[in-house]
């Protein structure tokens, strides 16, 4: 059977898309509501990494 | 704590990638294109995890109408929504070289799409609805009835003649499997996991933050 890497790359980097782009989502969304809620506690620093 | 998870998640990606491409061998029968088992099935079963933390949330909120376990059930949701979207591209992808179709509307292939779609139209029936309590309400009915289809779409593959395989892993005797792939499969399995946890708690407190904003 060919190995058919094409397909793997395939599966491999739309997995690694979808996930970026979900946590990518999460983060601009958590960045708009700690702006338009200056002072609440969860507002982070901008010294936070994106993990956090 | 969430960043501990992040960091987690970071490394068990990089593990199961190892193990995936570095440790696992070129399986025999399907040669290199089986490594796309190390994603779409890890993938489903985080899915599970996700529907049945659905489930489970949406019994505590019908039982306490506590406002957090509607969070986890939401978010839960929405992250299990995912990974079955992922599940059924990485599967279809997988589907091409192997059975020559990218879909087929096989008992197992049916039943997760329409486990898909059904939590898919609990978050529609989120959206859809204004009021916050009647929303979570409506919502966690839907999260414990469609957790139904989850052993359907396990067990359709023994119930029904199917061209997907039957489960290699989680079967009754035990795993036929050469310890190495179940090993990959495992820590993939865990780094999905992480993943999972890592996004829950980012989009619970993203949930909690929303409610508030909206207060």
């Known amino acids: 059977?060919?190995?058919?890497?094409?397909?793997?790359?395939?599966?491999?980097?739309?997995?690694?898309?979808?996930?970026?782009?979900?946590?990518?989502?999460?983060?601009?969304?958590?960045?708009?509501?700690?702006?338009?809620?200056?002072?609440?506690?969860?507002?982070?620093?901008?010294s936070r990494t994106s993990l956090e | 704590m969430t960043r501990a998870l992040g960091w987690l998640a970071v490394v068990g990606l990089v593990a199961g990638l190892v193990m995936g491409f570095a440790v696992a061998p070129r399986e025999v029968t399907q040669g290199?294109?089986?490594?796309?088992?190390?994603?779409?099935?890890?993938?489903?079963?985080?899915?599970?995890?996700?529907?049945?933390?659905?489930?489970?949330?949406?019994?505590?909120?019908?039982?306490?109408?506590?406002?957090?376990?509607?969070?986890?059930?939401h978010a839960s949701a929405e992250l299990g929504v995912l990974f079955t979207g992922l599940t059924?591209?990485?599967?279809?992808?997988?589907?091409?070289?192997?059975?020559?179709?990218?879909?087929?509307?096989d008992a197992r292939l049916t039943s997760v799409a329409v486990l898909f779609v059904m939590y898919l139209g609990y978050l529609l029936?989120?959206?859809?609805?204004?009021?916050?309590?009647?929303?979570?309400?409506?919502?966690?009915?839907?999260?414990?009835?469609?957790?139904?289809?989850?052993?359907?779409?396990?067990f359709s593959v023994y119930w029904w003649r199917t061209l997907h395989q039957p489960p290699?892993?989680?079967?009754?005797?035990?795993?036929?499997?050469?310890r190495v792939i179940v090993w990959a499969?495992?820590?993939?399995?865990?780094?999905?996991a992480l993943v999972y946890l890592y996004f829950l708690a980012r989009r619970v407190r993203l949930l909690r933050l929303e409610a508030e904003a909206a207060a």
Not at chain 1, 8 to 26: E, I, K, S
Not at chain 2, 88 to 100: D, L, R, V
């Open chain 2, 168 to 178: 290699s892993l989680m079967k009754p005797g035990g795993s036929s499997m050469p």
């Open chain 2, 125 to 154: 029936l989120r959206g859809m609805i204004d009021e916050p309590e009647r929303a979570a309400r409506y919502a966690a009915v839907l999260g414990v009835v469609a957790a139904l289809n989850i052993p359907l779409v396990h």
């Open chain 1, 1 to 46: 059977m060919p190995d058919n890497w094409g397909f793997v790359l395939a599966a491999y980097g739309l997995a690694a898309l979808v996930l970026f782009a979900y946590w990518r989502r999460l983060i601009r969304r958590e960045k708009e509501l700690s702006a338009s809620m200056p002072g609440h506690p969860m507002s982070a620093p901008a």
């Open chain 2, 185 to 192: 499969l495992l820590v993939n399995f865990a780094a999905f």
């Open chain 2, 32 to 73: 290199n294109v089986q490594r796309i088992m190390y994603v779409h099935v890890p993938s489903v079963w985080v899915a599970y995890v996700a529907f049945a933390v659905v489930f489970v949330a949406s019994i505590v909120y019908l039982a306490r109408r506590a406002e957090g376990a509607d969070h986890v059930a």
């Open chain 2, 88 to 105: 059924i591209a990485t599967g279809s992808i997988w589907g091409k070289p192997t059975w020559g179709a990218w879909w087929t509307w």
